[in-house]
């Protein structure tokens, strides 16, 4: 395996595809998305261990929607790409379940120290309300110091994230161990560099153009709901805004497969 060092534009580009793969399977996508999502959120729900859990279970997501997104791209001119997208994502989550949860294991045990790192800066509320699931109030989650502990966690949870980019791809398509798959996957960020930012740059103008265009839907909504011509008009507006957020978080999952594929060549 080798990096591969690609242009800035490169980066808009993998956004273009990534649409357009996305949209060649729309309802396979945001049902393996959600299935996705679903298991992590009620994995999250279970007392104490819950908030360990989820970070266990997202290297599963990412290698599931790569290996879905992998399948739609290469199936293109086959309409029953969607069964053998589902078919691809849980073979591949059944054959690497192990350097899977390695990965969501070292994913879990940074989150720990991180949030338990933040106790020296709020007495270790966010830390307690994270790993002990206790109840916080309004002044405290208010206060100066916790939404310092939230700003650091954030912060020092961005390396993690960008090691785990790449990482179960790079385990999956070219038999990485789990610990250097991450530090691979940094160097190619740090390398390709430009290719990433414009890649960012690029989804947060999709973000923004449709955020823009579901809010003035979502708004006329809440307006026609606050002078009485329609009861549910309000709900149907926040549910819009909602499932909009979501569905444009899996479109842009949809395209972390090609920025891995162009990134890295087997030798």
Request: net charge neutral.
């Amino acid at each position: 395996m080798k990096l591969n060092l690609v242009p800035a534009r490169t980066g808009a580009e993998w956004v273009r595809i990534g649409l357009k793969t996305f949209w060649r399977q729309p309802l396979a996508f945001i049902s393996l998305f959600f299935l996705f999502m679903a298991s992590i959120s009620i994995a999250s729900q279970l007392p104490l261990v819950g908030s360990v859990l989820a970070p266990i279970l997202l290297p599963f997501m990412t290698l599931g929607l790569m290996v879905a997104t992998s399948v739609a791209y290469t199936n293109d001119r086959q309409k029953p790409a969607a069964p053998a997208m589902f078919t691809a994502a849980a073979e591949a989550v059944r054959s690497e379940w192990k350097p899977m949860i390695v990965l969501g294991l070292i994913s879990a045990a940074y989150f720990v120290v991180v949030v338990g790192l933040s106790a020296l800066m709020d007495d270790g509320y966010l830390a307690r309300a994270y790993l002990l699931d206790e109840t916080l109030s309004a002044e405290v989650m208010a206060s100066s110091d916790f939404q310092t502990a939230r700003l650091f966690v954030m912060v020092l949870n961005l390396p993690l994230s960008l090691a785990m980019w790449h990482a179960p791809a790079l385990v999956h398509w070219h038999h990485v161990e789990p610990v250097k798959s991450l530090f691979f996957s940094l160097v190619a960020l740090f390398r390709n560099f430009g290719a990433y930012a414009m890649f960012c740059l690029s989804w947060f103008g999709v973000f923004l153009a449709a955020g823009i265009g579901i809010g003035l839907v979502a708004t006329v909504l809440v307006g026609v709901g606050a002078i009485g011509m329609g009861g549910g008009a309000s709900a149907v507006g926040g549910a819009l805004m909602i499932g909009s957020a979501l569905v444009l978080a899996a479109m842009s999952l949809s395209s972390t497969w090609f920025t891995f594929r162009d990134s890295f060549q087997a030798d």
